[in-house]
Structure formats: structure tokens, C-alpha cells
């Protein structure tokens, strides 16, 4: 933890913070000078998460539900007193269907996780946040909600969705002094991609071979541009949808 960097003296939120995006993120907010709160379901994971970071802890919740979304907000400022910083990562993939087999209850689970769970996300951290004076959010979209995305079309539509929820509350609460931003990830080496791999071999290489950086990210590189917008250095930056995909076309 550092007392000059990106985070320094914020309290943050991250989602979705027990492995992937969502885990380098909590640990390059606590380098960055934040005292971290994960938030996550597994609590085995979270546990080996936080115990690296100095000053975090966890909440065990499922983000998908309202009430949760509400409850960990409610559990961040029992402990600190106040919400700075929030990152919404968490979210759920499903196999890849075209629209016409896409199974009902996979469209419930992606939109229940990665559009539901993020809208009351945002709802509970604005009103932690306006009590507190403003703060800023950033959630976690996919390049694949920016053009089409046949082979994951509910994933694509629920992201998109996301952009529109980040567009619409960045104008509602500017005045307020919240910043509300999202990135658009790329492809990004996680488990969610290499179950993606598993289900669709050679599908990983068809996405590389297209992106002009030539790699897939990192998890840790798709946490800098959170922390960025997070960050007061970004303190004119709100309503932004943010690529973070090597060069790939959107």
C-alpha cells in the first residue's frame, strides 16, 4: 500500500474480487493506497484473496440479488464509514448458443448477474455515496456489448445494457459529484475465456489473430484502466465506455 498512489485514502468496492479481473483489481487498488472490501461468492477464495492485502476484508454475497447488492454496500460503511470507490466486476458467462438455441435459463442467469445485480449495485452506491459527499463507480461492460456477438448474444445484450445504465446515472448524478464510467474489456486471459476455449476450441486464437496488440490482456492491465477512472486523476472523465481490447475493432 503507498500514500502517493492512484487510490491513496480511498475506501473501494470491488465485485466479482475473488479471482480474474475482479482479484487483480483488489490488488492493484491496495497498492494504489485503498482500503479494499471484496465482495464475491466463494468465500474459500475470497479469504485467500484478501489475506495478501493489507486493510481489506470480504463480504460473502451473491451480486445477482438485489438485497445483496444493498446488504455488502451496508457492510462497507459499517466498517469504514463511508464509500469512495466502486468497481461492479462481478458477472457470470454461459456457454455460447446463437439466438434461436439460446436456453431460457442461461437469458435469465446473464441478465439476472450482469445487468440486474450490476443496476442495484449502482443504486445501493450512489445513495452510499451521495450521503458521503460523491465518489465514483466504474462497471466492469465487454468490447462484445460494442458490435455483435453471435455466438454469446445475451452476454452481448446484457453488457450493452450495462453501457446504457453507466451513460444514463453518469448524467443523473454529476451534479452530485459522482463519476460513473465503464470499461469494455477485451479478451482477457480468465477462467470464463478458458472455459470459452474448452467449449469452442481454436476460439481464442480466431480472437487473438484479430487484435492488433497481437495477445490476449492480462487480468492486472484490464485493472489499471479501472483504477484510472476511479482515480482523481480522471476527475473530468464521467458517462464513458471505455475499450480496453489491444486494437480490436468496435
Known amino acids: 500500500m503507498t500514500q502517493n498512489g492512484l487510490l491513496a485514502g480511498k475506501i473501494a468496492l470491488v465485485t466479482g474480487a475473488s479471482?480474474?479481473?475482479g482479484?487483480?483489481?483488489?490488488?492493484?487498488?491496495?497498492?494504489?493506497g485503498a482500503t479494499v472490501v471484496l465482495a464475491a461468492r466463494t468465500e474459500s477464495a475470497l479469504r485467500?484473496?484478501?489475506?495478501?492485502?493489507?486493510?481489506?476484508?470480504?463480504?460473502?454475497?451473491?451480486?445477482?440479488e438485489p438485497a445483496e447488492a444493498r446488504r455488502v454496500v451496508e457492510v462497507v460503511l459499517e466498517r469504514h464509514g463511508r464509500l469512495d470507490v466502486a468497481f461492479n466486476n462481478a458477472g457470470v458467462g454461459v456457454p455460447p448458443h446463437p439466438v434461436a438455441e439460446f436456453p431460457e435459463e442461461d437469458f435469465d442467469l446473464v441478465l439476472r448477474v450482469n445487468?440486474?445485480?450490476?443496476?442495484?449495485?449502482?443504486?445501493a452506491q450512489v445513495k452510499a455515496m451521495l450521503a458521503g459527499g460523491g465518489g465514483a463507480?466504474?462497471?466492469?461492460?465487454?468490447?462484445?456489448?460494442?458490435?455483435?456477438?453471435?455466438?454469446?448474444?445475451?452476454?452481448?445484450?446484457a453488457k450493452r445494457a450495462v453501457n446504457s445504465l453507466t451513460e444514463s446515472a453518469a448524467v443523473t448524478y454529476?451534479?452530485?459529484?459522482?463519476?460513473?464510467?465503464?470499461?469494455?474489456?477485451?479478451?482477457?486471459?480468465?477462467?470464463?475465456?478458458?472455459?470459452?476455449?474448452?467449449l469452442e476450441p481454436g476460439v481464442l486464437d480466431r480472437i487473438i489473430a484479430a487484435t492488433p496488440l497481437g495477445r490476449a490482456a492480462e487480468p492486472a492491465e484490464i485493472a489499471e484502466s479501472a483504477a484510472w477512472l476511479l482515480?482523481?486523476?480522471?476527475?473530468?472523465?464521467?458517462g464513458v465506455v471505455l475499450p480496453v481490447a489491444g486494437g480490436a475493432a468496435v
Do not use: C, H
Not at 485467500?48 to 445477482?64: K, Q, R
Not at 445487468?115 to 449502482?122: D, I, N, R, S, T
Not at 459529484?177 to 470499461?183: D, F, K, L, M, V
Open 137 to 157: 463507480i466504474v462497471n466492469n461492460s465487454s468490447v462484445g456489448s460494442l458490435r455483435a456477438n453471435p455466438a454469446l448474444p445475451a452476454y452481448g445484450a
Open 48 to 64: 485467500e484473496v484478501a489475506a495478501d492485502l493489507p486493510g481489506a476484508s470480504y463480504v460473502v454475497a451473491d451480486l445477482g
Open 19 to 21: 479471482r480474474g479481473i
Open 115 to 123: 445487468l440486474k445485480g450490476v443496476f442495484y449495485a449502482v443504486s
Open 174 to 198: 454529476a451534479s452530485a459529484g459522482i463519476r460513473i464510467n465503464a470499461i469494455a474489456p477485451g479478451l482477457t486471459r480468465t477462467e470464463m475465456a478458458e472455459q470459452w476455449q474448452a
Open 231 to 238: 482515480s482523481d486523476r480522471a476527475s473530468y472523465v464521467t
Open 23 to 32: 482479484a487483480a483489481a483488489a490488488r492493484l487498488f491496495t497498492q494504489e
